[in-house]
């Protein structure tokens, strides 16, 4: 049973729109949730991660939103561009755990079209 | 840059035989980890060293087994392969006490 909850599966955005993934989690433990960023061929690649004591976190054209309380996190592509074409990931790790073991949601296939 | 390289982009193999897939960090990270990447089921945990001989099962061990007999090399042994194993496999490497990893390019494995 997956412990992080990611949607949709795939979104399609015209280039210049903000494409939104959506994930979810249970367990309170948690207190770390990265994004990763896969372009075909590749493998994962940390993009930007955020931990509980902060509601948003942006980079760039990423911002990760954070609600504690409904225990659900978001990544939002602002301005997408077809570069950003590629297959995305949320994941979590818990306080505690000596070693670091990630979570992934199940991927969300975003395409940016020209 | 930390680079992680798996030894093969593809493999075919047939059911029943013993398949060794290896991972080499070069980065001197004392955590590495095999994942299975499969559609709509995201990364899935096989197994974890946290350093040089040791190991840990992930979320989905059954049909795997791995070996670490030296920090930069984690490999991944499917002891009689499966049409089920059939997948994409990702070694990741980090160090102790961090929590982003680097993840290799895969191993797209085909069992017949």
């Known amino acids: 049973q997956q412990q992080v909850k990611q949607s949709p599966q795939s979104l399609i955005v015209q280039k210049g729109g903000i494409s939104i993934i959506n994930c979810a989690y249970e367990?309170?433990?948690?207190?770390?949730f990265p994004w990763y960023q896969q372009f075909p061929g590749k493998g994962p690649a940390l993009l930007i991660a955020?931990?509980?004591?902060?509601s948003e976190k942006k980079e760039g054209r990423f911002t990760i939103s954070f609600n504690k309380s409904a225990k659900q996190f978001s990544l939002h592509i602002m301005d997408s561009q077809p570069g950003d074409s590629a297959t995305y990931f949320c994941?979590?790790?818990?306080?505690?755990?000596?070693?670091?073991?990630?979570?992934f949601g199940a991927g969300t296939q975003v395409v940016v079209t020209p | 840059d930390v680079k992680v390289t798996q030894s093969s982009r593809y493999l075919v193999k047939r059911t029943g035989e013993k398949v060794f897939l290896e991972c080499v960090q070069d980065?001197?990270?004392?955590?590495m980890f095999w994942y299975r990447q499969d559609p709509g089921l995201g990364l899935r945990l096989i197994y974890f060293?946290?350093?040089?001989?040791?190991?840990e099962k992930g979320d989905i061990p059954e049909g795997y087994s791995v070996s670490r007999e030296k920090k930069e090399r984690f490999s991944l042994i499917l002891e009689s392969a499966s049409t089920n194993q059939t997948s994409m496999y990702l070694c990741?490497?980090?160090?102790?006490?961090?929590?982003?990893?680097?993840f290799g390019s895969g191993t797209r494995l085909t069992v017949v």
């Open positions: 990741a490497s980090k160090l102790q006490g961090e929590r982003g990893y680097t």
């Open positions: 955020i931990r509980p004591d902060v």
């Open positions: 994941a979590a790790s818990m306080i505690g755990d000596s070693w670091g073991k990630l979570q």
């Open positions: 980065m001197d990270h004392e955590n």
């Open positions: 367990n309170t433990a948690f207190d770390y």
């Open positions: 060293s946290y350093d040089v001989k040791m190991k």
